[in-house]
């Protein structure tokens, strides 16, 4: 394990074909090493990574069995002078952004603090032609960037946990604090900041979720692992059986994305920069699925856009 400074990517995905690709190499150069954890994908996500690998040597593999146990991976970079860059397969970074923020973060500028948190707009559809996205925003929407300061804390073990949540059991060093938080979507807009992020929570990430028991494909993305950890109740299950039968919206009103992420108005932006799944065919060449899976959910949506806002 290197000194540092250094960078340390972690991606983990499960079932994500479809923008595997696009996540991972618009951000793997930011990274000095990556780590991505394949949590028993069963559609091409896997081939499309060790495709990644080929190409960076500085790409690693895990097969891990339980997302919920997946943060034992970064316990030892407790201390280090790293800084820990979480990232989900349904998550898009602007590359330029990050290039410009690369030397700017390994040069100390952002030490003093614990956590980076960027601008994230969670996404309902894309128009690539136009090179815009709709969706929900900052301040209403949840930040959900994931950038740690390592080296600002002594211990973080949470004991088995997915990687970088169980937050309330890091130890600080002095100094510092869980509150020691840079939110730079506060302070640069979306149009200026190096930091930022499409969330295509709205959109399918793979050929499996329609056909997921648990997944409620028509409104939301894939399941993450404490949904589908809570899927399993059977009172939750009988349940939402009953009010999909006396409410044909229940899911889009009530299920866990639309909760978490679906806050505020639906705002159009602008996502020069983003590139787009089928710049990725020589690692997927399956990426016109990605495409059709926007399209999709950007036609669903902007025929429902009337009725979005809370």
Sequence with gaps: MTEGPQILGVWLLRDE???????????VEFCDRVLVMD???????RQIVEAVAARYRHVEILDVDDARD??????????TRTWVFGVDGDEIYDPAG?????????????DGYWRIAGHM?????????????FGYTQPDAPEGTKLFNFSVIDDWRPGP????????????????????????WKSEGWDQTDFRCLHL???????????????????????????????????????????????????????YKRR????????????????????????DPGCAAAHEAVRTATERWSRMQPRLAP
């Design 70 to 79: 997946t943060h034992k991976y970064l316990e030892d970079y407790a201390g």
């Design 121 to 133: 707009r969670h996404v309902l559809g894309i128009r690539f032609d136009r090179a815009e996205a």
């Design 201 to 255: 929570c709205f959109v399918t990430r793979s050929r499996f979720e329609a056909s997921s028991p648990e997944k409620e494909a028509e409104t939301t993305g894939r399941a993450n692992p404490r949904e589908r950890w809570g899927e399993r109740s059977l009172l939750r299950r009988v349940r939402r059986a009953v009010m999909r039968r006396l409410d044909p919206h229940y899911d889009l009103k009530r299920n």
């Design 98 to 110: 990050l290039a410009r923020m690369r030397p700017r973060l390994l040069a100390g500028e952002f």
């Design 161 to 184: 946990h997915e990687r970088l949540h169980g937050r309330k059991s890091i130890v600080f060093r002095p100094g510092y604090a869980r509150d020691s938080v840079l939110r730079v």
């Design 17 to 27: 074909e479809n923008f595997a690709a696009w996540s991972l190499l618009n951000a």
């Design 260 to 283: 978490n992420y679906a806050r505020g108005p639906v705002a159009s932006f602008e996502i020069t920069g983003f590139g787009a799944p089928n710049d990725f065919r020589t690692v």
């Design 39 to 45: 949590n028993r994908s069963r559609d091409r996500t």
